[in-house]
C-alpha cells in the first residue's frame, strides 16, 4: 500500500526547518500516547457529536466534504466511513465508489503506527461492507494522510469537520516545532495546549455554514491562554452548541481532563444551545441530539437551555444561567473591581524545592533575618489561623536582589548542604549566579500585612483574617486593603456573591470545587468603603467575626441592593452547587487532581 504523504509547506509561508523536520518525526515514531497527546473517545460519544454536527446517514453525505484532523486509532474515522457508507447507498444505489467517495473524507494523522493500524482497519471495513480490495485500497489512500496536520497545506474547505484533537502542554513539544507553531498561528498564546492552534486550523477550513464539532478539555473557555481563539470564535463564528462532559466517562480511559463538546458553524451568531454532563448511553445522547440540533427549542427543556451573547470579543465564557449572567453583568456595570477599591490580590511563595528552602522555623539553622514564619493551608483548616511552626528561607534583601552570601555564614552552610536540590531548578539553570533564589521574590512586609487567606481549590469559599504575623505559602491566595476593612471584605468575600463570581469565571472542578485563584477573585465587583453605611460595616465586620454565612449573605445582599429576584437566584446557584458537591462525597480539595 502506498498512502499520500503530506506535504509540510503551509501556502504563503516557507519550507520548514531541517530542525522541524526532525522534531516532527520524533513525535510521530514516539510510542507512548501520553507524549503525543493520544486520548480515544467512546463509541457512544462519537455517536453523539456526528449527530451533532449533522453528520446523519439520512442526508447525501457523499456530497460533502468531511475532515479528521488527528485520527488516532480511527475512533471517530471508522464511524464517518460507516455513516458515509450507508448514506451513499441510500442516496446512489447504483453509483460507482471511486467516482461518488474519493472526495468524501480527509483524515491525517501524525504517528507512524496509528497511522498503519488505522489505515488497514480502513481497508479491512471497506471490504466487509462489499467493496473490492482495489477499491478499498484506493480509497483508504484517497482518504488518509501522514503529517502534522499544523503544518500540513490542505487546498479545499469542508462541510463538516471533527475530531479530538491531541492534547500535548507546550513545555512537552521539541522547542523548534513549538516555534513552528506559534509563528503561524496567532492562538497559540501564553501556555495554550496544542489543541487550540488545532482548533484554530480547523475552523480555518470550514465551508460557510460548515460545523466543526470537537471535544478536548473546557480550559481555554475562560483561561487567559483561550483568549485570541474566543477572540477569533466571536468575531467570525456561531458557538451553536456547548456540553459540558465533565466527570462522564467520555473517553475509554480515565484522564486527569475537564471535557467539553463544541460545535462551532460558520454562520451568523445566535443564540448557545447548553447541555451539562449527559449520561453517556446510546439512548439518552441521540435524544439530547435532537433537542439540540431541533429548529426551535418549542419548550423549556430540562435538558438544553439557551443562552445569548456567550461569545464576547476575547471576554471568558459565562455558560451559566440567563439569570445568573444578568446578576453577574449588572453588578459589573453598577461597581468597580475589587482591585479598584483599595484592595489587592497576590499569591504566596513558590521557592521550587520547598524541601530545602521551608522546614520547621525554629530548626532552621540561618541568621534571624533570613527566615521568615510561614503560612500553608494545612494551618487555615478550622477557619482560624493554626499555626504549626513551619518557617521559609528568605534569600532576598530590603532592595528586591540577592542577599551576598558572604554576609550571612549560617545562610551560606544552609544553602551550600542543600546546592543539588536547590541547584537543578529551571530558574537556578537559567541564571546560575542566582542559583539560590525562590522562584517568587520573598517581601517581608507581606509577613507583617494583616491579610485574607485563600486556599486555591475548594468547595466553599474558605476565608481567613491573618493579623499580619505569617507570610503565605504559594498555595495560597491573600488579599490585603489600604481602605476596606479586612473582617467586612471577608464577609464579602464569604458571601454567595463572590461565589458566584469565582464560579462564573473559573474552569470547573471535579466534585464541584472551584479554583478562588487570583485571576478569577480580581473579577468581584465591591463599593467603595467610604460608600458603605456604618451600621452595613457593623453587620458586615459581626457576621465575618461569627463565621455565620447566612448572615454574611444577608449583609452583603444589602450591600448590592440585590432585588428578590436576584436573591432568588442566587439561592437557586446555592443549592445548585451544592448538590454539585455532595454527588461526590469522597472527593476533598487536597486530594484533588489540580491541587498542588
Not at 456526528?50 to 474515522?77: A, C, I
Not at 487567559?224 to 456547548?242: C, N, S, V
Not at 544553602?415 to 522562584?439: D, F, M, N, V
Request: hydrophobic share 40%.
Amino acid at each position: 500500500m502506498s498512502f499520500r504523504q503530506l506535504s509540510l509547506d503551509l501556502p504563503h509561508s516557507n519550507p520548514v526547518s531541517p530542525q522541524v523536520q526532525e522534531a516532527i518525526e520524533q513525535l510521530a515514531s514516539n510510542p507512548e500516547a501520553d507524549a503525543r497527546g493520544a486520548i480515544f473517545t467512546r463509541q457512544e460519544v462519537v455517536e453523539f457529536i456526528l449527530d451533532l454536527v449533522g453528520y446523519k446517514d439520512n442526508q447525501p453525505l457523499h456530497t460533502m466534504g468531511l475532515l479528521e484532523p488527528s485520527f488516532g486509532r480511527g475512533d471517530f474515522l471508522l464511524a464517518i466511513i460507516k455513516r458515509l457508507l450507508k448514506a451513499w447507498r441510500a442516496f446512489k444505489p447504483n453509483g460507482a465508489a471511486l467516482e461518488d467517495l474519493h472526495d468524501a473524507i480527509r483524515a491525517v494523522e501524525l504517528h507512524h503506527i496509528s497511522f498503519k493500524h488505522t489505515a488497514v482497519a480502513v481497508i479491512h471495513l471497506l471490504k466487509s461492507e462489499g467493496l473490492d480490495s482495489k477499491t478499498a485500497t484506493t480509497l483508504a489512500n484517497s482518504w488518509l494522510s501522514q503529517g502534522d496536520f499544523l503544518l500540513t497545506p490542505l487546498d479545499r474547505e469542508f462541510e463538516v469537520v471533527v475530531g479530538n484533537p491531541p492534547y500535548i502542554r507546550p513545555e512537552l513539544i521539541p522547542t523548534p516545532l513549538l516555534a513552528a507553531y506559534r509563528s503561524r498561528y496567532p492562538t497559540m498564546y501564553d501556555r495554550a495546549d496544542i489543541y487550540i492552534p488545532f482548533i484554530e486550523r480547523m475552523l480555518s477550513l470550514l465551508a460557510t455554514q460548515g460545523h466543526l464539532g470537537v471535544i478536548c478539555p473546557d480550559r481555554w473557555m475562560k483561561n487567559r491562554y483561550g483568549g485570541p481563539l474566543r477572540r477569533l470564535i466571536a468575531e467570525q463564528f456561531h458557538l451553536k452548541i456547548y456540553v459540558d462532559m465533565v466527570d462522564t466517562p467520555a473517553f475509554h480511559s480515565h484522564v486527569v481532563a475537564y471535557p467539553a463538546i463544541t460545535v462551532i458553524s460558520r454562520e451568523r451568531a445566535g443564540a448557545t444551545r447548553l447541555a451539562h454532563r449527559p449520561k453517556i448511553e446510546t439512548a439518552t445522547l441521540t435524544q439530547l441530539a435532537d433537542v439540540l440540533c431541533a429548529p426551535v427549542l418549542s419548550q423549556p427543556s430540562q435538558m438544553v437551555r439557551e443562552l445569548a451573547r456567550v461569545t464576547d470579543a476575547a471576554q471568558p465564557w459565562l455558560l451559566e444561567s440567563s439569570e445568573q449572567v444578568a446578576l453577574i453583568r449588572r453588578l459589573e456595570q453598577c461597581f468597580p473591581v475589587l482591585e479598584a477599591v483599595g484592595c489587592h490580590v497576590g499569591i504566596g511563595v513558590a521557592t521550587g524545592a520547598d524541601q530545602a528552602f521551608i522546614g520547621d522555623f525554629e530548626a532552621l539553622d540561618v541568621e534571624g533575618d533570613r527566615k521568615l514564619p510561614l503560612v500553608t493551608t494545612k494551618d487555615i483548616r478550622s477557619g482560624e489561623v493554626q499555626w504549626r511552626g513551619q518557617g521559609v528561607i528568605n534569600p532576598f534583601a530590603e532592595s528586591g536582589g540577592l542577599v551576598r552570601l558572604e554576609d550571612y555564614p549560617r545562610l551560606r552552610c544552609y544553602l551550600e548542604a542543600r546546592r543539588g536540590a536547590i541547584a537543578k531548578r529551571h530558574c537556578a539553570r537559567k541564571t546560575p549566579s542566582q542559583w539560590y533564589r525562590t522562584i517568587d521574590r520573598i517581601t517581608p512586609s507581606l509577613a507583617s500585612t494583616p491579610k485574607l487567606l485563600i486556599p486555591d481549590i475548594k468547595g466553599e469559599a474558605h476565608i481567613v483574617l491573618e493579623g499580619g504575623r505569617l507570610y503565605p505559602h504559594h498555595n495560597l491566595y491573600y488579599v490585603t486593603s489600604e481602605k476596606w476593612e479586612l473582617r467586612a471584605l471577608q464577609a464579602v468575600l464569604l458571601s454567595a456573591v463572590s461565589r458566584l463570581f469565582v464560579a462564573t469565571y473559573s474552569t470547573k472542578m471535579r466534585g464541584g470545587f472551584l479554583r478562588f485563584q487570583a485571576q478569577y477573585l480580581r473579577r468581584i465587583r465591591l463599593p467603595n468603603w467610604a460608600d458603605v453605611p456604618e451600621q452595613l460595616r457593623r453587620e458586615l465586620a459581626e457576621a465575618a467575626l461569627r463565621r455565620d454565612l447566612p448572615a454574611c449573605n444577608e449583609a452583603v445582599f444589602k450591600l448590592y441592593h440585590l432585588s428578590l429576584q436576584e436573591r432568588d437566584a442566587l439561592q437557586r446557584f446555592q443549592i445548585t452547587q451544592t448538590a454539585n458537591i455532595l454527588k461526590q462525597p469522597g472527593l476533598s480539595a487536597s486530594s484533588h487532581p489540580d491541587s498542588r
